[in-house]
């Protein structure tokens, strides 16, 4: 029982630490579109809301055509 419960926490340990760092990523991207917002849009959020929305619409249309991906929210 020992070797299941090792391979257990190896998985939730090894799902944590790629969790860490997909929240490292996502608040590095957020702190560099404030400073794009601070430095180029005088600290209007407009723009780049925008852009993000339309960017992330395409990005979820292009593998394969369709938004469904939507539908899961």
């Known amino acids: 029982m020992k070797h299941q419960n090792e391979t257990t926490i190896a998985y ?13 990523v996502w608040r590095g991207v957020w ?7 601070i430095s ?3 600290g209007n959020h407009y723009w780049t809301g925008a852009v993000g929305v339309l960017l992330g619409l395409v990005l ?3 593998p394969d055509g369709d938004l ?5 929210l």
């Open 12 to 24: 939730f340990g090894r799902n944590l630490y790629y969790m860490f760092g997909i929240v490292l």
């Open 31 to 37: 702190y560099v579109l404030d400073w794009v917002d």
């Open 40 to 42: 180029f849009f005088s």
């Open 60 to 62: 979820l249309y292009m």
């Open 68 to 72: 469904k991906e939507i539908e899961k």
